[in-house]
């Protein structure tokens, strides 16, 4: 989904774009990632590959932590050996969720679940492989061709199905096209270190982005059963409060991304017109 998105918005800008698919290249073999950053001696490599099954990571550690950490450091080896610039992103779910607020880059990571700690292995990774890593933590992210449940819920709610969204828990919704969009500037800005990239605006629950939904396309807001994180019995942990803030986007020049409701607004409309 991600990926797919800053494939498009590097494209529109005039880049010359190379992409590959996880059966194309799997980052977790290091000489295959040498071998492709080579022969395309890049400017610049944004990783967009995950393993983003939070409960399987449970049960399928090994995958997790090849793709999520050792993946992440042979990128930044490879980029550091061909003298390219290199974002990688990282996920909210590196804080443990027990901060009222925001968390910024002064918070220190508590990562709770495998998919958790394995994201910031990937950090720590990546950073001592290669100084001019920049770390992109974001979270709640949707948008075309996602299968998650922010991605789907206007599917579901468009055909009358009732859902059950989580009223307890609080993050900060980023739009796909919005976060590629930042993803391009940060690999243009060349600035290493960790930023905090998600839509403005005060975070949400999953009930109220639900509820938004409705308003904005017009859906029955009873098909919106709202409760607690707890009822559900996930595997992994997941941050009750998981809300991101970044303190350096400003300083380097970056406008603030668009408002959360503004940018759902706009994803609804271009899922609409796709239709």
Known sequence: MVARATIDVCRALGDEV???????????????????????KPDAI???????????SE??????YAANASGVENLALAARASDAGFVTISTDYVFDGTKD????????????GVYAKAKYEGEILARNAYARTVIVRSGWIYGKNGTNFLSVMNRLLSEGRQIKAISDSYGTPT???????????????????????TNSGGGTSYADFARTVCEIKGFDQNLVEAVSHETLKRPAPRPVNSRLACLFSDKIGLTPMPDWKTALARFLEENEEGN
Not at 22 to 36: G, Q
Not at 175 to 189: C, P, S, V, W
């Open 46 to 56: 944004i990783n967009c590959a995950a393993y983003t099954d939070v409960d399987g």
């Open 101 to 112: 607020g925001f968390y910024t880059q002064r918070d220190t990571p508590n990562p709770q």
């Open 175 to 197: 739009f796909a096209g919005d976060l590629a969009g930042r993803l391009r500037e940060l690999a243009q800005i060349d600035l290493p270190g960790i930023y905090h990239i």
């Open 59 to 64: 049960t399928n550690i090994d995958r997790c």
């Open 18 to 40: 190379v992409s590959y698919t996880r059966e194309m290249l799997d980052i977790s073999v290091r000489e295959d990632v040498f071998d492709a950053v080579s022969a395309q």
